[in-house]
């Protein structure tokens, strides 16, 4: 039987910090950041992780990936789990995908799917996490 999909919401604050590069000078526009954050709401707990991003000359076109393992709790089921970022933005135009990492899950959180959607408004950020979850 598949497990129902479920919808998990709240707010995070996020820390980027720039981690130093072993690019030459002509990777300039190459970047990596580490990631720390704070989760509130359906999702409660903190994560770090990992960013590299492209930047371009041309206003508003960018590329960045990521991974970041999030401890806490969903719902209050506790554990970890990890996220994988895909985003590139051509010339303001805006793609992102925010998946589970498979078979990712630990504690109450393994057998954790699904995908993420954030939003960014007047600088707060939220998010949305789409799950799928076994019963414990």
């Given at each position: 039987?598949t ?134």
């Open positions: 039987m497990e129902p999909t479920q919808q998990a919401r709240g707010t995070f604050v996020v820390a980027l910090t720039p981690q130093s590069s072993d690019g030459t000078p002509e990777d300039t526009a190459l970047g990596r950041m580490s990631i720390a954050k704070t989760f509130s709401g359906d999702i409660s707990g903190t994560s770090t992780g990992e960013m590299l991003t492209a930047m371009t000359s041309t206003k508003g076109s960018a590329a960045y990936v990521a991974v970041e393992r999030v401890r806490g709790s969903i719902s209050g089921r506790e554990g970890s789990f990890a996220l994988h970022h895909q985003g590139i933005s051509d010339r303001g135009a805006q793609q992102l995908s925010i998946m589970v990492v498979p078979d990712s899950g630990s504690g109450a959180l393994t057998g954790l799917t699904g995908s993420m959607s954030l939003v960014i408004a007047n600088g707060d950020h939220s998010y949305e996490l789409t799950y799928r979850l076994p019963d414990a």
